[in-house]
């Protein structure tokens, strides 16, 4: 289109100065969805005083995998009170699932909160310090429980802008069930979770102190590592520490296996692949002039890549085997538990951006590298395809800093803020894809 009054240069410059500021921005989004953004952050500003309340009442009474009884009925009151669809309780143990149905049709998705805290003693002086001794929300499950609550109670009154259904997942023990019990994202799958309806997706976070408040990360492809636990049993012969020659030392050959296992890491697997070998604990023999007939060793392996983990599980038991032939012991190796990779659907990252973006803002959506910790989040990925990103908690300035699954770990409550604009809005987003596919 050609200008042609003499209000053309200034039209033009104007129109230019639009254009630039356009471009500093992430695109704006079209009429209602603007209007739905605002209204989201007006609720979940509104809602500040609540959710550090909520969070402080989690983070005072934390409660260890698989004994989140109290929390578990609190999470339930609170979403029956929000008029929730349906709310089950005792699914996977302490799990919780929630439905929110929309006004309008569409399809299904998936937001996950674990609900489990550490057995470690809180160090940190504040007025929320937990008060179940020896136990402590250390890995922020208080903030993920408290930014799906919230998430949940601003779209509760937004069910004439939802276009399908939104599924509440709280689930228990993601650190671990204690040992001979099921448990965390496995147990609440085969109870049917995921199923009754189906979601075509599945989003979770999770805090990260050393990415500051406001930001965002995220990693497309591989998140976060798999993680394998292992425990090993080193077989030899008892007998008199004075005539080691007539026995099997065990406490010999277990330190050989240990050096060997390293040379998993550093001479056999190709060094630009990520990959953990630690073994954790080591016990065996009983007194100081017995030759020691049996050694334990714990630990547990980390890889990015599914390859790398077949190979690593292969080569360990090829080198018990050969360290612990050359001295006539014998071995055992068992996988106690695994969990998968956190593996981050890139499709579904690349459509999910753009929302991130517009929220937090261009340059605090970062992409750091993926984490060698594990989340069994990863379990839900092997049935649909998910989302799992990480919620900036620190602040340098204030002195948050330090790290989850320590005693000193603390959160930044503004996060609790960003946390449900970003989620509230992302399964929005992700809702009316799937509607305008259809
Ligand atoms: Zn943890
Ligand atoms: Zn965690």
Same mark, same amino acid.
């Given at each position: 289109?050609?200008?042609?009054?003499?209000?053309?240069?200034?039209?033009?410059?104007?129109?230019?100065?639009?254009?630039?500021?356009?471009?500093?921005?992430?695109?704006?989004?079209?009429?209602?969805?603007?209007?739905?953004?605002?209204?989201?952050? =007006?609720?979940?500003?509104?809602?500040?005083?609540?959710?550090?309340?909520?969070?402080?009442?989690?983070?005072?009474?934390?409660?260890?995998?698989?004994?989140?009884?109290?929390?578990?009925?609190?999470?339930?009151?609170?979403?029956?009170?929000?008029?929730?669809?349906?709310?089950?309780?005792?699914?996977?143990?302490?799990?919780?699932?929630?439905?929110?149905?929309?006004?309008?049709?569409?399809?299904?998705?998936?937001?996950?909160?674990?609900?489990?805290?550490?057995?470690?003693?809180?160090?940190?002086?504040?007025?929320?310090?937990?008060?179940?001794?020896?136990?402590?929300?250390?890995?922020?499950?208080?903030?993920?429980?408290?930014?799906?609550?919230?998430?949940?109670?601003?779209?509760?009154?937004?069910?004439?802008?939802?276009?399908?259904?939104? !599924?509440?997942?709280?689930?228990?023990?993601?650190?671990?069930?204690?040992?001979?019990?099921?448990?965390?994202?496995?147990?609440?799958?085969?109870?049917?979770?995921?199923?009754?309806?189906?979601?075509?997706?599945?989003?979770?976070?999770?805090?990260?102190?050393?990415?500051?408040?406001?930001?965002?990360?995220?990693?497309?492809?591989?998140?976060?590592?798999?993680?394998?636990?292992?425990?090993?049993?080193?077989?030899?012969?008892?007998?008199?520490?004075?005539?080691?020659?007539?026995?099997?030392?065990?406490?010999?050959?277990?330190?050989?296996?240990?050096?060997?296992?390293?040379?998993? =890491?550093? =001479?056999?697997?190709?060094?630009?692949?990520?990959?953990?070998?630690?073994?954790?604990?080591?016990?065996?023999?009983?007194?100081?002039?017995?030759?020691?007939?049996?050694?334990?060793?714990?630990?547990?392996?980390?890889?990015?890549?599914?390859?790398?983990?077949?190979?690593?599980?292969?080569?360990? !038991?090829?080198?018990?085997?050969?360290?612990?032939?050359?001295?006539?012991?014998?071995?055992?190796?068992?996988?106690?538990?695994?969990?998968?990779?956190?593996?981050?659907?890139?499709?579904?990252?690349?459509?999910?951006?753009?929302?991130? =973006?517009?929220?937090?803002?261009?340059?605090?959506?970062?992409?750091?590298?993926?984490?060698?910790?594990?989340?069994?989040?990863?379990?839900?990925?092997?049935?649909?395809?998910?989302?799992?990103?990480?919620?900036?908690?620190?602040?340098?300035?204030?002195?948050?800093?330090?790290?989850?699954?320590?005693?000193?770990?603390?959160?930044?409550?503004?996060?609790?803020?960003?946390?449900?604009?970003?989620?509230?809005?992302?399964?929005?987003?992700?809702?009316?894809?799937?509607?305008?596919?259809?």
């Amino acid at each position: 289109m050609m200008l042609r009054s003499n209000l053309a240069l200034p039209l033009a410059l104007f129109l230019a100065a639009l254009a630039a500021d356009a471009l500093t921005k992430s695109p704006a989004p079209v009429g209602a969805s603007a209007s739905r953004e605002e209204e989201i952050a =007006r609720a979940a500003e509104s809602l500040r005083a609540k959710l550090i309340e909520t969070r402080r009442d989690f983070h005072m009474r934390p409660e260890l995998s698989n004994r989140e009884e109290r929390t578990s009925r609190v999470i339930a009151e609170k979403l029956r009170a929000l008029g929730l669809d349906e709310v089950k309780t005792g699914v996977g143990k302490y799990g919780v699932v929630a439905l929110l149905k929309g006004s309008q049709p569409g399809g299904v998705v998936a937001v996950r909160a674990d609900m489990d805290a550490l057995p470690i003693q809180e160090t940190i002086n504040v007025a929320y310090k937990s008060r179940n001794d020896g136990v402590k929300h250390a890995c922020g499950h208080d903030a993920h429980m408290t930014i799906e609550l919230g998430v949940a109670e601003v779209l509760s009154k937004m069910r004439d802008q939802i276009r399908g259904s939104i !599924k509440f997942i709280f689930q228990p023990a993601e650190e671990g069930a204690p040992r001979g019990e099921r448990g965390g994202a496995k147990f609440m799958i085969e109870e049917g979770c995921l199923e009754n309806p189906r979601p075509s997706a599945i989003f979770g976070l999770h805090v990260m102190p050393n990415i500051e408040v406001g930001q965002i990360g995220y990693n497309s492809g591989p998140a976060m590592a798999s993680s394998d636990r292992f425990s090993i049993t080193v077989r030899g012969k008892k007998v008199h520490g004075a005539y080691p020659h007539d026995g099997i030392d065990t406490v010999v050959v277990a330190a050989e296996c240990v050096t060997a296992l390293q040379t998993i =890491r550093s =001479r056999r697997i190709n060094t630009q692949e990520p990959l953990v070998i630690t073994l954790g604990s080591i016990h065996g023999g009983n007194r100081f002039n017995i030759i020691a007939d049996e050694v334990k060793l714990e630990g547990t392996m980390r890889t990015l890549n599914e390859e790398v983990r077949a190979k690593a599980i292969e080569m360990m !038991k090829q080198t018990l085997a050969g360290v612990t032939s050359a001295y006539g012991a014998s071995y055992e190796i068992e996988f106690v538990s695994n969990t998968p990779m956190t593996y981050n659907d890139p499709a579904l990252v690349e459509a999910t951006l753009p929302m991130m =973006r517009r929220i937090a803002g261009d340059k605090n959506v970062i992409s750091p590298r993926p984490q060698m910790g594990a989340e069994d989040f990863s379990l839900y990925q092997k049935v649909i395809p998910g989302f799992f990103y990480f919620l900036g908690v620190g602040n340098k300035a204030k002195g948050i800093t330090a790290m989850i699954h320590t005693p000193e770990f603390d959160i930044d409550e503004e996060s609790l803020i960003v946390g449900v604009k970003v989620m509230s809005n992302v399964l929005l987003d992700y809702l009316d894809r799937e509607a305008s596919r259809k």
